[in-house]
């Protein structure tokens, strides 16, 4: 009855969502744009609803890349949720970051963002490296190309990190439905961004109350 110590938990990880950017955005080929969006509103929304200790950091936004994108934005209001803006494409060489990130405690790390061969392997290689479990949400991830998006996955894979996908990480939070102080909060989140899962369980409750 023991659950096995990777799988993830609200409280034995820190969420780190790495440039969901406009311009990122802009030449990102490997996954269509309305899915990645709604991958990102999935994993922020599922972050904000079990309180995980969750990072949004940003490159050059004033002057390059542009804001976050408003699924982000959404669970992590820009004015409340202190972005932290980098010029590194690196996450872990930003010293603000790098504090920010081990400074939370945990020893997993699980990332997310644009783009995958660049600021995605450059934090999760040096996490490794560091002795941290990394895992990347890859259908939250994107790259100027399906070769650069599934090189970078398969060169993260290689070095020890574990791939995810952004229904699994919301899943695995909510790992029992008799969770009710969750629930209702993680079906709506699905209702509303769960595609063709989200539908089933819109039909699921409308059906059962008849």
């Excluded at 509103?41 to 490159?59: E, L, M």
């Excluded at 803006?85 to 997993?108: C, F, H, P, V």
């Amino acid at each position: 009855m023991k659950p096995s110590p990777d799988l993830l938990t609200p409280d034995n990880h820190v969420l780190v969502l790495i440039d969901f950017e406009g311009q990122m955005a802009f030449a990102t080929k490997s996954i269509a744009l309305s899915e990645l969006r709604t991958n990102a509103a999935i994993i922020a929304g599922a972050s904000k609803i079990f309180n995980v200790a969750t990072i949004v950091t940003t490159v050059e936004e004033e002057s390059f890349s542009g804001p976050v994108f408003p699924e982000i934005e959404e669970f992590y209001p820009q004015a409340t949720s202190g972005y932290l803006d980098r010029s590194s494409m690196n996450t872990w060489e930003d010293e603000a970051a790098y504090k920010a990130i081990t400074g939370a405690g945990k020893k997993k790390i699980v990332l997310a963002g644009l783009w995958t061969g660049v600021c995605i392997v450059g934090p999760a290689l040096s996490a490794i490296g560091e002795g941290y479990e990394v895992y990347v949400i890859t259908d939250a991830c994107g790259d100027v190309s399906i070769e650069a998006h599934e090189r970078a996955v398969q060169r993260m894979i290689q070095m020890g990190a574990k791939p995810i996908t952004s229904i699994q990480y919301l899943l695995e939070l909510q790992r029992d439905w008799a969770r009710q102080e969750t629930y209702v909060a993680v079906t709506s989140l699905m209702k509303k961004y769960g595609g063709a899962y989200g539908i089933g369980i819109q039909y699921g409750h409308r059906m059962l109350a008849h």
